[in-house]
């Protein structure tokens, strides 16, 4: 027979504060155990403009916890142990997230096991009636950061081709675009992910309070997606409309962000506003009683193994990870530049043009210039080994270009099979001096190749999962455009066929396998 909680007799206060009593214990358990990533998770609140959201998301579930309190009165403590699945669970997820450096399973993984320790405490009935408070713990993770560019590129399209319908003539190179009173460029804070984050969790949470009916709080939640990315494109339009009409004397300094914030407040009212007029009334509430007592008196020792066996659970997760981490490989190994092939020559006194891709955390790199007649090629090698936090592959640091760069500029990108078996990435670049850039990017997995971070992460993970080394390397060609681009790629082409083994050589650091 499944045993309740020995309590006897008690107000509805007394009962509540015992309920959330254990729900504490059970939360500061699972803290303390990960209490790294949880101290990053806080650090981002604090440092991220884009997640600074997270910083009320615990005190806005702990307030709706807090509205639950009479009918949590009337609910009966039952441990579960149904809940160390998905404990469990998040605790592999936790793993795997460490041992491949991914920050986001990471995170997800945290609020996962902290849900489930709740769930065990409490039990099914608790946790079912405190599943959206618990669940709206989840957009304390900071994610979203992907759709940036994305982000970026629509808001860029809809700006230019709003100005052409206002009359406006623009010349556009990627992000960047010109209109007779001056240059604008959409950079990172205009993609509007502030917006998009910050608009879904509010309107998730209103949908949450003022519905009843799924469909209503469905729609609602969809125009909290969807009104957020119009508004931010109105809102990147208006702004370059007031420059331009003001002579770029309003909407292009701090006001900027003033702007734009102040209208993006106004369509949120107004969106609540509008979605007011539908409100249902909400959760009928029911009068607590007296909490549910168990004469047999064994509640509180399954209470205490449960909270033992989250502990437990929990503790096992590090040393697994110390065990993953320790792979074979050698740290220690110099990357050499590939020799220069028949009809090539080698000038490691500069890069072509002057630009050299960010890459940080590396354990060796080798860059070097290779010259055939008029054409010069530059070729980055970038070697990673016992990767981990700051040291791995792949990274939000690691790129082609700095955030803000003021020397380049992206203008195009996609894939290209310039690389037998994959399509590396390729991007043209502009830079400040006029001149322009052909970049092929790509990454070599111990004998693996592709141009996929998403694949990358998951071969880094098998690796570790499998305990094999995690030698891996970024690989990134680039050459001046000058007037004909596919000239351009062709002597790049004609490169990477000329230097095959010779990569191979540098990047394995023994003779080609034939």
């Known amino acids: ?295 047999s008196g064994t509640g509180p020792a399954r209470v205490w193994i449960m909270l033992a066996a989250v502990l437990a659970l929990g503790a096992l997760c590090h040393p697994a990870l110390a065990w993953l981490m320790d792979v074979p490989g050698d740290s220690s190994r110099r990357i050499e530049a590939p020799r220069p092939a028949p009809g090539w020559s080698r000038e490691d006194a500069f890069a072509v043009a002057g630009f050299l891709p960010h890459y940080v955390g590396d354990r060796s790199r080798s860059l070097a210039t290779y010259r055939s007649g008029a054409r010069a090629v530059s070729l980055l090698i970038v070697h990673y080994a016992h990767q981990s936090p700051g040291h791995e592959l792949v990274q939000w640091d690691n790129r082609l270009l700095f955030r803000e760069d003021k020397f380049w500029s992206e203008i195009e990108a996609g894939r290209d099979a310039i690389v037998p078996a994959i399509a590396a990435r390729r991007s043209l670049l502009r830079g400040a001096t006029g001149k322009s850039l052909a970049v092929w990017s790509w990454y070599w997995l111990d004998g693996r190749q592709t141009a996929d971070e998403f694949s990358a992460k998951l071969a880094l993970a098998a690796d570790r999962l499998a305990r094999r080394r995690d030698d891996s390397d970024a690989l990134v060609v680039w050459t001046e455009t000058g007037e004909n681009p596919e000239e351009a790629r062709a002597a790049v082409q004609a490169f990477l066929a000329a230097h095959k083994d010779a990569i191979r050589v540098s990047l394995l650091g023994d003779p080609p396998r034939r």
């Open 1 to 295: 027979m499944t045993e309740a909680l020995a309590l006897t007799p008690v107000s509805g206060g007394a009962a509540f504060r015992r309920i959330a009593g254990l729900g504490l214990a059970a939360a500061l358990v699972v803290l303390f155990v990960f209490h790294e990533t949880a101290l990053e998770l806080a650090q981002i609140w604090w440092r991220s403009e884009t997640f600074a959201h997270g910083l009320v998301v615990v005190p806005i579930s702990c307030w709706l916890i807090w509205n639950k309190r009479q009918r949590l009165a009337g609910e009966v403590l039952r441990p579960s142990f149904m809940a160390l699945i998905p404990l469990g669970l998040g605790g592999f997820g936790w793993l795997i997230g460490s041992a491949a450096s991914v920050a986001a399973l990471e995170h997800f993984s945290l609020i996962a096991m902290l849900i489930s320790a709740l769930w065990a405490v409490w039990g099914n009935s608790i946790a079912r009636l405190l599943a959206f408070p618990l669940g709206f713990l989840f957009f304390g993770v900071p994610f979203g950061e992907f759709l940036i560019p994305v982000m970026m590129k629509y808001t860029a399209d809809f700006t230019v081709a709003a100005l052409r319908l206002s009359g406006i003539p623009v010349y556009r190179e990627g992000l960047q675009f010109v209109i007779p009173s001056g240059s604008w460029s959409v950079v990172e804070a205009c993609s509007g992910i502030r917006y998009l984050i910050a608009s879904t969790m509010v309107g998730v949470l209103f949908a949450y309070l003022n519905y009843r009916s799924l469909l209503r709080r469905a729609l609602f939640v969809l125009a909290a997606l969807l009104v957020p990315l119009v508004a931010n494109w109105l809102r990147a339009y208006l702004i370059v409309m007031l420059g331009h009409l003001s002579g770029n004397r309003i909407a292009t300094g701090v006001d900027h962000l003033i702007y734009g914030w102040l209208f993006f407040g106004i369509v949120i009212l107004a969106l609540f506003w509008v979605g007011s007029w539908w409100r249902e009334e909400g959760e009928e509430m029911r009068p607590g009683g007296e909490v549910r007592a168990n004469v």
